[in-house]
């Protein structure tokens, strides 16, 4: 029996410095049943001659030519990607961004996790900045909890790997829906959400098989624990955090539980906000991030 097909969506702009590294690192996959589909959203740099490059001397290397103006985000152009193709003949998808680096036994772990019945598969990362000076653990591996969809991803989306019956259902969620309705969204946590309100069993791994890189051009990256919070506070203090769970929501199913969380909060009153207290550890994966959205909420810090 031939191993299982993987598609590996890899979104480019502006990544000539490290695109040809990357791109290294899928070909060197000890999984070889794989192709690579690459959607460039526009870059200005080189880009385009490198991804020309590459598609004319490995076979299961393709540009996607887009018929859609640009997204304008990472989310956008992954979803683009997404809505544009077809299921086909392939198993399972993984997502790809442009500028870390994968081990070659990255899809290899992935596939047996998801072969044992795991619908969708993320990890911890190998965090590392682009100067080498610094190597640090994100954890995200801690147990899932019955609303942490809600208000948190489960990884980055480069991690991700998942069946083509949730990534057909991702591409159903967005069918006719236009670009300005996720463009600003997170699509890691996006897809997470999507897939874990219809049901769908993730396993997250404590074991990374990647390399994240940091550096100043970076969408959201991860800033260390200290630097992390504060920029994740500027971002909630700003209105960024409760506007994507309040976008995020008109993608879900609708559950009762979602629509209970959802109208705590957004509610005006302080009082009625309080009761979010009752499940605080239900909110994020980590306790003391649990308790960070549960003081957000009941002390009004997120603005509409």
Same mark, same amino acid.
């Given at each position: 029996?031939?191993?299982?097909?993987?598609?590996?969506?890899?979104?480019?702009?502006?990544g000539s410095a490290h695109?040809?590294?990357?791109?290294?690192?899928?070909?060197?996959?000890?999984?070889?049943?794989?192709?690579?589909?690459?959607?460039?959203?526009?870059?200005?740099?080189?880009?385009?001659?490198?991804?020309?490059?590459?598609?004319?001397?490995?076979?299961?290397?393709?540009?996607?030519? #887009?018929?859609?103006? @640009?997204?304008?985000?990472?989310?956008?152009?992954?979803?683009?990607?997404?809505?544009?193709?077809?299921?086909?003949?392939? /198993?399972?998808?993984?997502?790809?961004?442009?500028?870390?680096?994968?081990?070659?036994?990255?899809?290899? =772990?992935?596939?047996?996790?998801?072969?044992?019945?795991?619908?969708?598969?993320?990890?911890?990362?190998?965090?590392?900045?682009?100067?080498?000076? @610094?190597?640090?653990?994100?954890?995200?591996?801690? /147990?899932?909890?019955?609303?942490?969809?809600?208000?948190?991803?489960?990884?980055?989306?480069?991690?991700?790997?998942?069946?083509?019956?949730?990534?057909?259902?991702?591409?159903?969620?967005?069918?006719? @829906?236009?670009?300005? #309705?996720?463009?600003?969204?997170?699509?890691?946590?996006?897809?997470?959400?999507?897939? @874990?309100?219809?049901?769908?069993?993730?396993?997250?791994?404590?074991?990374?098989?990647?390399?994240?890189?940091?550096?100043?051009?970076?969408?959201?990256?991860?800033?260390?624990?200290?630097?992390?919070?504060?920029?994740?506070?500027?971002?909630?203090?700003?209105?960024?955090?409760?506007?994507?769970?309040?976008?995020?929501?008109?993608?879900l199913v609708g559950k009762?539980?979602?629509?209970?969380?959802?109208?705590?909060?957004?509610?005006?009153?302080?009082?009625?906000?309080?009761?979010?207290?009752?499940?605080?550890?239900?909110? =994020?994966?980590?306790?003391?991030?649990?308790?960070?959205?549960?003081?957000?909420?009941?002390?009004?810090?997120? =603005? /509409?």
């Amino acid at each position: 029996m031939s191993p299982k097909k993987v598609a590996v969506l890899l979104a480019t702009y502006n990544g000539s410095a490290h695109l040809r590294v990357q791109l290294n690192t899928l070909l060197a996959q000890t999984h070889k049943n794989i192709h690579i589909f690459i959607r460039d959203d526009g870059s200005e740099d080189q880009t385009m001659e490198i991804i020309d490059e590459y598609s004319r001397n490995y076979k299961n290397i393709t540009l996607i030519i #887009s018929n859609t103006d @640009r997204g304008g985000s990472a989310c956008a152009n992954f979803i683009e990607m997404i809505r544009g193709m077809a299921v086909g003949d392939f /198993d399972y998808f993984s997502l790809s961004d442009q500028d870390d680096i994968w081990t070659p036994d990255k899809i290899t =772990r992935a596939l047996g996790f998801l072969d044992a019945g795991y619908d969708c598969y993320a990890s911890n990362l190998i965090a590392f900045t682009d100067d080498g000076k @610094r190597v640090w653990i994100v954890d995200k591996a801690q /147990d899932q909890t019955g609303l942490d969809y809600m208000f948190q991803g489960a990884s980055a989306g480069c991690t991700y790997v998942f069946s083509a019956r949730v990534f057909e259902m991702i591409k159903n969620t967005f069918y006719g @829906r236009p670009v300005g #309705s996720y463009k600003h969204l997170s699509h890691d946590w996006l897809i997470y959400a999507i897939s @874990r309100s219809a049901g769908f069993k993730w396993f997250i791994d404590p074991i990374s098989k990647i390399f994240y890189r940091q550096h100043s051009n970076n969408v959201y990256g991860d800033a260390g624990f200290f630097n992390g919070y504060l920029k994740k506070l500027a971002m909630i203090n700003s209105g960024w955090y409760l506007k994507n769970i309040n976008d995020i929501s008109q993608f879900l199913v609708g559950k009762e539980s979602e629509k209970k969380y959802l109208d705590l909060v957004k509610n005006k009153n302080i009082f009625k906000r309080m009761k979010i207290i009752n499940d605080w550890t239900r909110l =994020r994966r980590k306790k003391l991030e649990s308790l960070f959205v549960v003081l957000v909420v009941v002390l009004g810090l997120m =603005r /509409d």
